[in-house]
């Protein structure tokens, strides 16, 4: 299996010097074309849940580009590429900055408008040839070599093809791969790892902008003219198809979802008319119906029933001495942690959490309880960032943290674990962990996809393995995580945030939904991290679980506090006991 | 430009801007209920639009065999889906029938019909009963299956449909276009501006049904049962009201308004099997004005892009389509000012 990429690779540059007839070096230049606009598809759509229809124009930019600098100004190719690039960056920068910040279905809405002022504009102006388009583009040629268009071309469009398919495969397997793969999952839980989700939503669409532009500068030079047409909207919707027929969550099913369409679009071109007996694009009829069915009954496309039949490699265990990530200087025992001062959260007229006060020295465990939609959750939300906070403060470590957004909590050490668990299903249980040790890892998008960042990688995948081990999942962590069930995924979440190295971890109900054995082996961890000096505020409704393990409980009922107090003050108190089972009136 | 032109652009700008309105509302009653947004909405305009066309040529409309092709895939699916389910072959063979019986009624009716050379208001009604039985015919064979789907899983699904309805489009009509004669050839002016009769028939009809709209959504059971689905579609379920028939309820709606504004735009240009995308996607730009959410923002939205695409065909006509599409980067930016918070899950 460690084989099939070397030798896919090989096959494809060597494939000119094959006996292969003219036709298919073309077919498989154009599938190399579509491949790669289709990648940038994969990482956008299918590894971080945005959607554009408007891939085409940027291959237009990039076609346009290489086409009007190499015909009127007579300027080489590498520079027709970098002009190219550029623009199709900026564009995707502007588009990017103005949908990204909303709800994910305004980014394809703007895309389908961009991909049509685009393409009228191509139709319209008077120095880019008008419908005519631009004609008589050079050859490309690269350091004095004729690379003509057919199998001289072949071997540059695949080496990009190769290369870009690799630097995905790479880019997806490290520090910011994960941070994009988990944009799918919402922002809430990548917020609070302290990932900036609309910095990695905007690499992504970049980056896809960035691949489609490279297609177009190729094209440009492939077919010696351009014109509008091939970079319209269906063009644009007809290259999301390829990667949803080709598998749109993994890097090779654009390369099957590519080969396939211009494979069969062309069948379709010379029978379809014939079978009907006028001609016309009817092989849209065929391409809408597939990608309904698609959608329908394989969402995940071809390329997952091949994948279904390969061996799973593990993840090679490659950590072993890696050097630990650097840890931040803990609060000495005792000192003020967190003070939460008359916070008030109101929703509309309802008041959901009600002028509460407390306060957590370091070394604390502190239980928060209350009956169901005394508002403990909303509190949770308003001291990590989730929810703005109407009135009141909150200060950490002295300094206030009130209206901060949840990422630059969690960089001052405040780490939390969810209600409703929020785990990357696609992800393994070590990924997931790894996720937590975000902001103590620096690798960027660029270092990840030429692998120089491997040494940082050892030294977070040998933190998440840790972790795992400490709280006794060491030998699961090459399980995905969707496949575990939701007691263990309770606890990878704790593992997580413990990888975030934090100051006071804000655990949400974590023994819901364990088994006794798992609550006991629980809170035996929490008792540990408590004898490391760990502060842990939580909030549970499994009273002995809280009780045996608490130091200071804070009670609410109706967004208020009820009281405060240890255990067994809680315990005694008739206050309590009435909120918890009512009154005799 | 002087007032007369000015006048004479700001009228066209209204009129097309009404028939933007209806398509905008459409647009947001589709997503409001099903979460569907959906690109076709286009296409009823032109289907509408070339089916009056052909009877008014006493031929019978391809409306009618696509038609058939949907009914009949339809029911070919709930037989299947029946089958899997092992329902008997008799309730199997009712649900099929059912499926078939309008579309196959109205279908008979419109080729008995086509030939005899009906009175326009007699054959606009027969379009408009054509053209807006595509509406649950394409929920059935699309989306209905797929209600939980994502939001984006059913944008997708949306271009899928697109494209198959536009290659049928073509199947079905041909490449040729169509311009319908007026309703009414009357030129009134008023006060230096001339307003044409079709002007005025548009903007009238529009307004009535924006009436009868908000009326249905106000005052009727149904249209307060789409409401509640729209506001919390499980909420809705636990209160007896069903998804699905919600779901088909709007479509069918969203198709009547395609329709009607096929039927209205049909005298003012000449329109091809293709020809309903753009003048969709414009309704959705006004749509997208009101953040797919709110009714009266959409309509404003609707009015701008209207009044924008007018002014803009006589300052730049050739960039007249650029203008009206990017304006939706200044109103995305708007929208992403006034709401960051737009995050759902």
Request: no cysteine; charged share 15%.
């Amino acid at each position: 299996m460690k084989l099939a990429f070397p030798a896919f690779a090989a096959l494809m540059l060597a494939l000119p010097a094959l006996p292969v007839p003219d036709f298919w070096i073309t077919q498989s230049i154009y599938i190399g074309l579509y491949a790669i606009v289709a990648l940038g598809l994969v990482l956008l759509t299918g590894v971080a849940g945005l959607i554009s229809f408007g891939q085409a124009a940027f291959v237009g930019v990039g076609a346009y580009s290489a086409a009007y600098l190499s015909t009127k100004l007579g300027l080489p190719p590498p520079v027709t590429l970098a002009v190219g690039v550029a623009l199709a960056m900026l564009a995707a920068l502007a588009l990017g900055l103005v949908t990204l910040r909303m709800s994910g279905h305004y980014l394809p809405l703007a895309t389908i408008a961009w991909g049509l002022a685009m393409n009228y504009t191509m139709a319209n102006m008077e120095s880019l040839g008008k419908y005519d388009g631009i004609l008589g583009i050079p050859t490309l040629s690269l350091l004095g070599v004729d690379l003509g268009t057919g199998r001289g071309l072949h071997p540059l469009v695949w080496a990009i093809v190769l290369l870009a398919a690799l630097a995905a495969v790479h880019l997806l397997d490290s520090r910011p791969g994960r941070a994009i793969r988990a944009l799918k999952e919402g922002s809430t839980m990548a917020e609070a790892m302290g990932i900036s989700t609309l910095r990695y939503k905007l690499v992504v669409f970049v980056l896809a902008a960035v691949l489609a532009a490279v297609a177009g500068w190729l094209f440009a030079y492939f077919q010696r003219s351009v014109s509008p047409s091939p970079f319209s909207i269906n063009k644009g919707i007809e290259y999301l198809f390829m990667a949803v027929l080709g598998g749109v969550g993994h890097v090779w099913g654009a390369f099957v979802g590519s080969g396939l369409v211009r494979v069969i679009e062309d069948e379709l071109q010379v029978l379809l008319p014939r079978l009907i007996g006028t001609s016309g694009n009817f092989e849209t009829i065929v391409f809408g119906i597939v990608l309904v069915a698609v959608l329908k009954y394989a969402p995940d496309g071809v390329w997952a029933f091949v994948r279904r039949r390969l061996p799973q490699r593990e993840r090679v265990r490659d950590w072993d001495g890696a050097a630990a990530l650097p840890a931040r200087d803990k609060p000495a025992r005792g000192e003020p942690l967190l003070a939460v001062e008359s916070v008030r959260k109101t929703f509309g007229g309802l008041v959901a959490v009600n002028d509460v006060s407390f306060r957590i020295h370091a070394g604390d465990i502190v239980g928060l309880i209350g009956p169901n939609g005394a508002g403990k959750s909303t509190t949770f939300n308003l001291i990590t960032g989730v929810h703005a906070i109407s009135r009141g403060t909150v200060h950490f470590r002295g300094q206030p943290i009130t209206g901060l957004p949840s990422r630059q909590i969690a960089r001052r050490g405040i780490s939390r674990t969810f209600q409703h668990v929020k785990l990357v299903q696609e992800m393994t249980v070590l990924e997931n962990v790894a996720l937590g040790g975000y902001l103590r890892t620096r690798a960027g998008s660029l270092r990840a996809m030429l692998r120089l960042e491997r040494q940082e990688e050892r030294q977070l995948m040998a933190e998440a393995e840790r972790q795992l081990q400490r709280i006794g999942m060491g030998s699961q962590m090459h399980e995905l995580a969707g496949n575990l069930a939701l007691g263990p995924q309770r606890l990878v979440e704790i593992a997580r945030a413990l990888a975030t190295d934090p100051a006071l971890l804000l655990l949400d109900e974590p023994a819901a939904g364990l088994r006794h054995k798992e609550k006991q082996a629980l809170s035996e961890v929490l008792r540990q991290l408590k004898r490391e000096g760990l502060s842990i505020l939580l909030v549970e409704h499994d009273m002995d679980f809280v009780m045996g393990l608490t130091d200071r409980i804070v009670v609410m009922e109706f967004g208020n506090k009820l009281m405060e107090g240890t255990p067994a003050e809680v315990q005694a108190s008739d206050a309590v006991r009435a909120a918890y089972l009512g009154t005799e009136h | 430009m002087d007032a007369t032109i000015a006048g004479f652009l700001a009228v066209d700008g209204l009129t097309n801007g009404a028939i933007y309105a209806l398509l905008a509302l459409a647009t947001v009653l589709l997503f409001a209920v099903t979460r569907v947004i959906y690109i076709p909405q286009g296409e009823y305009v032109a289907f509408a639009a070339l089916t009056l066309a052909l009877l008014q040529m006493g031929k019978v409309p391809g409306t009618v065999w696509f038609l058939l092709v949907l009914a009949g895939a339809a029911a070919l699916a709930e037989l299947w889906h029946g089958w899997r389910q092992h329902r008997p072959p008799a309730k199997l063979l009712a649900a099929a029938a059912r499926t078939l019986a309008w579309p196959v009624a109205i279908s008979l009716l419109a080729i008995w019909a086509a030939p005899r050379g009906w009175p326009t208001a007699a054959q606009a009604l027969l379009t408009v009963a054509l053209v807006t039985t595509f509406g649950p015919l394409i929920y059935r064979l699309a989306y209905e299956s797929l209600a939980d789907a994502s939001v984006l899983v059913l944008l997708i699904v949306s271009v899928g449909v697109h494209f198959a309805l536009v290659g049928l489009g073509l199947y079905f009509f041909g490449a040729e276009g169509f311009r319908n004669p007026s309703f009414w050839d009357v030129r009134l002016s008023v006060g230096g501006v001339t307003l044409s009769g079709q002007a005025l028939i548009i903007i009238t009809a529009s307004v009535v049904f924006i009436v009868a709209l908000w009326l249905f959504f106000e005052r009727s059971l149904s249209g307060k049962a789409l409401r509640a689905t729209a506001v919390n579609r499980l909420g809705a379920r636990l209160m007896g009201i069903s998804t699905s028939s919600a779901g088909r309820l709007s479509f069918t709606m969203a198709a009547f308004i395609g329709a009607l504004s096929g039927l209205l735009i049909g005298p003012t240009t000449t329109v091809f099997y293709d020809s309903g995308f753009l003048i969709g996607l414009k309704g959705f730009v006004a749509a997208v004005f009101g953040g797919l959410a709110s009714y009266p923002l959409a309509l404003v939205g609707a009015l701008g892009v209207g009044l924008l695409e007018s002014f803009s065909s006589f300052w730049a006509s050739s960039y007249k389509e650029v203008i009206v599409f990017s304006v939706i980067l200044p109103v995305l930016l708007w929208r992403s000012l006034r709401d960051p918070h737009g995050e759902e899950h």
